[in-house]
């Protein structure tokens, strides 16, 4: 998890380092409702390379927002979750939404 120290003094470009890439808001997205398996979430986000979901859930992991949790099965079985400062991310996403359909409904 980063430390005070490593962030910018601006907490908009903190929280937009944190989630301003798409794949991670859509993450958040898919996340939101509960826990989901990596081939889920591959799914449910659609065009993303396996490497790059990958990546960006190890990145998010290390942030803090999302859990992962390996089950010693064969094949092995790995869920992710959000944290509860994840969850926290809630009020964002759901102005996202509003904003988006908003706007949507101004171009008709």
Do not use: H
């Not at 962030?7 to 939101?32: F, H, N, Q, S, Y």
Request: proline share 6%; charged share 30%.
């Amino acid at each position: 998890m980063p430390n005070e120290k490593n962030l910018p003094a601006c907490p908009v470009e903190t929280t937009l380092m944190l989630i301003g890439d798409k794949w991670k808001v859509l993450i958040l997205r898919d996340l939101m409702p509960g826990t989901k398996r990596f081939s889920e979430l591959k799914k449910s986000i659609g065009n993303v390379s396996q490497k790059v979901l990958t990546s960006q859930l190890r990145d998010m992991e290390k942030s803090g927002l999302v859990s992962r949790k390996v089950y010693a099965e064969v094949p092995p079985r790995v869920e992710y979750s959000l944290t509860e400062l994840g969850k926290s991310l809630k009020p964002i996403l759901d102005s996202m939404r509003n904003w988006g359909d908003s706007y949507k409904a101004s171009l008709n």
